[in-house]
């Protein structure tokens, strides 16, 4: 028993849903006036954050509106039939459900009907309106999943609450996320071939030599949980390292192109195939390839083999946070050296001056035993990477030197400050080093070991 819905077209429903709309309006309204009361003058910001607050309650109300006269025979409905059988029963009651949206919350009073002998109760009217089962709708859904796999769930939950006023909590963000990678392959969310190709197009227009392709990968660890079973508290949390990559080609003044971004919890083979799949869908005779990683060996030969004629470049802005952070053991945080230091050093690995950063390195005399494993960690990580140091050329063929969303927050860093105090580090350290004698810059270097 079809029962068609009343047409918003239908020129009685669309005056009817106005008026009950401007009534809304009204009400939301009145409530405004008496920011304007006893001469108050609200700025901009407060009246901003007045309709932040408030225009859930106009919207919903509007929304509601509309559902109320468009659907208005599925919401009176007193017979419908079983999805299952076909049969036709009585509605039994009416059911209330509340629909938080994107721009506002409602209710409605939805008939339900039981099916005695397929034993199924339903909802006509929630097939009609595709109402999701869970409160927030799948608007929300749709735009929650984007931001939770960006960011931790309880950040991004936080996020996506303060940007659009609606509160979700960090469960809702993991269990919809969830819900999505339960379907979601990785064949079926990167672009395929003829789109690859029309982006490149795109880009290849723009700039005179061969478009510059990046290859991003990373091995971050992620805090999981196990499922909970019911009425049983859930395990403890444990940090999994999810595997990722990021393509995307780069274009005139640096602007990118996205390709594709894949990030997930899985094995180094596993990580292996995924990338040789996206590797395989994009024509590599026509682009310049940078491979960018941090130092794990299995993310390196994955690139490699994934993509041969690629540039393996370290990760500048990794490799410049090891550095740190031996800068910061040696000196202490925050002190002038610590900085001074790191950044002779930054700037010498710019210049592709392995061996200088060496002879540093081994000269040092640490306080302590931890302060000469950190020495020695970095020493082992710069010559494991020493074929993949080579800043100042990859800038000059215009190759992107750090990977992603951190290169911009890290701009500062590597082009004004490395440029202005680096240069003149460089000099320094090399005059240091051609005089046989230990003068008093070198001691400098030295200082608080
Ligand atoms: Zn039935």
């Given at each position: 028993m079809a029962m068609p819905a009343l047409k918003l077209g239908d020129s009685n429903s669309v005056e009817e849903a106005r008026s009950l709309a401007h009534e809304a309006l009204d009400q939301w309204f009145d409530q405004l006036v008496p920011l304007f009361e006893n001469g108050k003058k609200p700025t901009i910001t407060d009246l901003s954050d007045r309709f932040s607050d408030t225009r859930g309650e106009l919207m919903g109300a509007v929304m509601k509106a509309m559902v109320k006269k468009a659907y208005h025979h599925h919401l009176h409905q007193e017979h419908a039939d079983c999805p299952e059988c076909a049969r036709v029963f009585k509605r039994k009651r009416f059911d209330r459900k509340t629909l938080s949206t994107l721009h506002g919350e409602f209710t409605l009073d939805r008939p339900y009907f039981y099916c005695t002998v397929c034993k199924i109760g339903y909802h006509p009217l929630d097939d009609v309106l595709v109402?999701?089962?869970?409160?927030?709708q799948h608007d929300i859904q749709r735009k929650a999943v984007k931001s939770a796999s960006r960011m931790p769930f309880l950040e991004s939950a936080e996020e996506f609450s303060s940007l659009t006023g609606v509160e979700i909590g960090d469960h809702f963000q993991h269990n919809t996320l969830n819900a999505v990678g339960d379907i979601a392959t990785l064949e079926l969310v990167i672009p395929d071939q003829s789109e690859i190709e029309r982006r490149i197009d795109e880009v290849a227009k723009s700039t005179e030599s061969k478009p510059i392709l990046v290859v991003g990968t990373d091995g971050a660890h992620m805090p999981t949980r196990p499922k909970a079973e019911r009425k049983k508290k859930r395990g403890p949390g444990r940090w999994q390292e999810a595997k990722g990559f990021r393509l995307y080609l780069v274009g005139e003044n640096g602007r990118t192109v996205q390709i594709a971004s894949w990030h997930q919890i899985q094995d180094a083979d596993a990580f292996r195939k995924d990338l040789a799949v996206i590797a395989g869908r994009i024509p590599q005779d026509r682009v310049r390839v940078a491979l960018l990683a941090d130092g794990a060996e299995y993310l390196w030969s994955a690139m490699t083999a994934c993509f041969p004629t690629g540039r393996p470049i370290l990760d500048f802005y990794h490799c410049a946070e090891h550095v740190h952070g031996v800068a910061k053991a040696l000196f202490g945080e925050g002190e002038l050296a610590a900085k001074q230091w790191a950044e002779a050093i930054l700037s010498l690995l710019s210049f592709s001056e392995m061996d200088d950063v060496q002879s540093i390195l081994r000269d040092i005399e640490p306080r302590t035993e931890e302060v000469r494993e950190k020495i020695r960690k970095l020493s082992g990580y710069l010559e494991n990477n020493r074929d993949r140091i080579h800043y100042e050329t990859d800038r000059e063929d215009g190759y992107p030197i750090g990977s992603g969303g951190i290169e911009s927050s890290h701009k500062y860093v590597c082009h004004t400050r490395m440029k202005r105090s680096g240069a003149w580090w460089v000099e320094g350290i090399r005059q240091r080093h051609a005089s046989d004698q230990v003068c008093c810059g070198q001691r400098d270097l030295r200082a608080g070991f």
């Open positions: 109402i999701s089962p869970e409160r927030h």
